[in-house]
């Protein structure tokens, strides 16, 4: 069983910046897989950002070039750095984990809003 805890989220600004922070109970290096969805209201989970045990990262077209995500192996964590915020940015982030290339763990949710 893995937990995540997230960290980071808050109120800011359209044109501002936050952190997301992700730490795992398990070591990372049992992760595939890992990173943020995101969830607004009254829309489906989407992806955001995720990255590989290999740190290979993908990104929502909506959030190239503004968000980074990155993964620290001795801290079992990952981040998302967010620039340049939207209001269309605002939603619940989850973090997400896979491991063993089986089992999918979900964060509780971190709000995220984006005042314009």
């Known amino acids: 069983q893995v937990q995540l805890v997230e960290s980071g989220g808050g109120l800011v600004q359209a044109g501002g910046s936050l952190r997301l922070s992700c730490a795992a109970s398990?070591?990372?290096?049992?992760?595939?897989?890992m990173g943020w969805y995101r969830q607004a209201p009254g829309k489906q989970r989407e992806l955001v950002a995720v990255i590989t045990s290999g740190g290979s990262p993908n990104y929502a077209d909506s959030v190239k070039g503004r968000f980074t995500i990155s993964r620290d192996n001795a801290k079992s964590s990952v981040y998302l750095q967010m620039n340049s915020l939207k209001p269309e940015d605002t939603a619940v982030y989850y973090c997400?984990?896979?491991?063993?290339?089986?089992?999918?763990?979900w964060g509780q949710g971190t709000q995220v809003t984006v005042s314009s």
């Open positions: 398990v070591s990372i290096l049992s992760i595939n897989v």
């Open positions: 997400y984990a896979v491991q063993f290339a089986t089992t999918v763990y």
